[in-house]
């Protein structure tokens, strides 16, 4: 965001922010030429986000489609709306000319300090992506640039100087797409199953 301490004048700053605002108005006037728009979430968005976090977790875990626990879904449902009026966190919605959401994004941003010794305090920021979903029949569209292109200049105006994002190691389209994007793998994260690592402790009892 910009601000007039940033910038040399008043004049200075007057200009870039003429110059942001149109280029978000064009923006908005290709998006609305292909048919969507993309937009902060509010409430009233909620359950039906709620249902692109399900469709997104059975698509990366493989499993057929099957309903929500009902605790979950309410869970849910509380999780994105603490996420509303919170200032390091932003959720989108990309909506259709018939007014109809087809898909959503999610970033917030984490903070973290040095473990090393420094002459000056130092705080880290990265802004996490997390939960982007397109519906099938919207895709090919740019709908999933046009959520990440905000989802990177909230993290920018945040101060975050890193992107992190997971996807699972299966899923070959989401690594294509990441990758094609500049994301490199920084780390691995396995997962096991609870039972499965207490026998494998026991018969290495010796």
């Not at 959720?91 to 109809?100: Q, R």
């Not at 880290?124 to 640039?145: A, H, M, Q, Y």
């Amino acid at each position: 965001m910009y601000t007039p301490r940033k910038c040399r004048s008043f004049r200075d700053w007057a200009g870039m922010l003429l110059a942001k605002v149109e280029l978000e108005l064009q923006v908005a006037v290709n998006q609305a030429k292909r048919g969507f728009v993309i937009r902060e979430a509010r409430e009233e968005d909620l359950p039906e986000m709620v249902g692109f976090l399900a469709k997104l977790a059975l698509h990366v875990s493989g499993a057929p489609p099957h309903d929500l626990k009902e605790s979950e879904r309410k869970r849910l449902l509380r999780t994105l709306h603490s996420s509303l009026d919170d200032p390091n966190k932003l959720l989108l919605v990309a909506e259709s000319k018939n007014s109809a959401l087809v898909g959503m994004g999610y970033v917030y941003i984490w903070r973290s300090q040095g473990i090393w010794e420094q002459s000056e305090a130092a705080e880290f920021k990265s802004g996490v992506i997390d939960d982007i979903w397109v519906e099938p029949d919207f895709r090919g569209l740019g709908i999933l640039k046009a959520l990440l292109r905000d989802l990177v200049t909230f993290a920018e105006e945040h101060h975050a100087s890193e992107l992190i994002l997971e996807y699972s190691a299966s899923n070959k389209e989401a690594k294509a797409a990441w990758t094609k994007l500049g994301f490199k793998p920084t780390g691995v994260r396995a997962a096991a199953f609870t039972s499965v690592v207490k026998q494998a402790l026991a018969e290495s009892q010796g």
